[in-house]
């Protein structure tokens, strides 16, 4: 059964740090790239960073480059995804997601590109 769960969520000060973890089970997790949404409440889905099938190659989104940094082992199967200098607005329930077809390589941050989507995990930045 095909599954991806994050983890690693939580409540972190204003210019705090926290690690987000997507573990794969399932699936054949190296032939697919991944990536990291979040969704605040009232608004919709943005992707945040995708990572190619390898880790070769990977995209931010303007909000977040410089401060988050993503990255994966595919023998653990798992995406990270590094959150440093965090703001109150990007608190959110964060998503991880799987792309198989990948119809846009190496990586998207599309949301309607992705086949697969974790529960999510959320994250509050606040003081």
């Known amino acids: 059964q095909l599954q991806l769960v994050e983890s690693g969520g939580g409540l972190v000060q204003p210019g705090g740090s926290l690690r987000l973890f997507c573990a794969a089970s399932?699936?054949?997790?190296?032939?697919?790239?991944i990536g990291w949404f979040r969704q605040a409440s009232g608004k919709e889905r943005e992707g945040i960073s995708c990572?190619?099938?390898?880790?070769?190659?990977?995209d931010y989104a303007d909000s977040v480059k410089g401060r988050f940094t993503i990255s994966r082992d595919n023998a653990k199967k798992t995406v990270y995804l590094q959150m440093d200098s965090l703001k109150p607005e990007e608190t959110a329930v964060y998503f991880c997601?799987?792309?198989?077809?990948?119809?846009?390589?190496?990586?998207?941050?599309?949301?309607?590109?992705?086949?697969?989507w974790g529960q999510g995990t959320q994250v509050t930045v606040s003081s």
């Open positions: 399932g699936f054949t997790f190296h032939v697919y790239a």
């Open positions: 997601a799987a792309d198989f077809h990948q119809l846009h390589p190496p990586c998207t941050r599309k949301t309607d590109y992705y086949d697969y």
């Open positions: 990572i190619s099938s390898s880790g070769g190659s990977t």
